[in-house]
């Protein structure tokens, strides 16, 4: 069964969980300190077939898996890795066995710069994903909130374990579509500043969001023919 840990218990973090559980997989949240942590516990309790632990716990949890099938999925908030000081401090924070495993990072780096470069220099297999979508669709992806088409999500990082990120968002329910190696990371986070735009109404803006929040719009990628 493969497994996922999941760094940060916010609304992305457990919509993204949920969604792993019900397909099957393994979900452990890592909290900085899961025994006082009352967003973990509270999360658990909505999920109790989920688990909790440590960061590097739950890291450590993946890369013991037998199938090797796993992820190490960051959904912490963007202001979090706001620098390259802090973005060297969380990947600190993951410990040795991130070393050679997959990180999907889900973060919106809006209010700051650096932490793509600072992935590229490690040894794991990183990629950038669910930063073009609201968290809405994620917990909807087959396309309800707009035009009940199943929904694309673009990634990118190394072709190399790249069907491995693939296996993941189909669990989530989203059709994967890669666009290339990690540099492409930056590309995806200014969809995601987009995305978050049109849904504010903020600085001129049209507002795309309905009066309650929900956000009605995706980034869809059509083709002849899909491809993961």
Same mark, same amino acid.
């Given at each position: ?26 979900v452990r949240y890592g ?45 912490? @908030? ?7 000081? %802090?973005? #060297?401090?969380?990947?600190?924070? +993951? &410990?040795?066995?991130?070393? $050679? ?79 290339? @190696?990690?540099?492409?990371?930056r590309t995806l986070e %200014?969809? #995601?500043?987009?995305?978050?735009? +049109? &849904?504010?109404?903020?600085? $001129? ?24």
């Open positions: 069964m493969p497994r996922a840990a999941i760094i940060g218990a916010g609304r992305v973090g457990t919509t993204l969980g949920g969604r792993l559980l019900a397909a099957g997989w393994e909290s900085r300190d899961p025994a006082h942590s009352r967003k973990l516990k509270a999360v658990l309790q909505e999920q109790p077939a989920a688990s909790g632990s440590t960061v590097s716990e739950a890291v450590a949890w993946v890369a013991s898996g037998s199938d090797g099938g796993g992820a190490i999925l960051l959904a912490v @908030p963007g202001s979090a890795l706001a620098t390259r000081h %802090a973005c #060297a401090s969380f990947a600190r924070s +993951l &410990g040795l066995q991130a070393e $050679g495993q997959v990180v999907i990072d889900a973060t919106n780096p809006l209010d700051g710069h650096g932490n793509g470069l600072v992935w590229e220099r490690g040894h794991s297999h990183v990629y950038k994903a669910f930063n073009t979508v609201g968290v809405e669709h994620m917990a909807r992806p087959d396309g309800s909130l707009v035009t009940g088409q199943q929904l694309t999500l673009m990634y990118a990082g190394a072709e190399e374990r790249q069907a491995d990120v693939a296996a993941l968002i189909r669990a989530v329910g989203f059709l994967p579509q890669w666009v290339g @190696p990690l540099r492409h990371a %200014a969809l #995601a500043e987009l995305y978050i735009h +049109l &849904g504010s109404g903020m600085g $001129g803006a049209p507002l795309w969001a309905d009066a309650d929040g929900t956000r009605r719009y995706h980034f869809q990628v059509l083709r002849r023919g899909q491809h993961s």
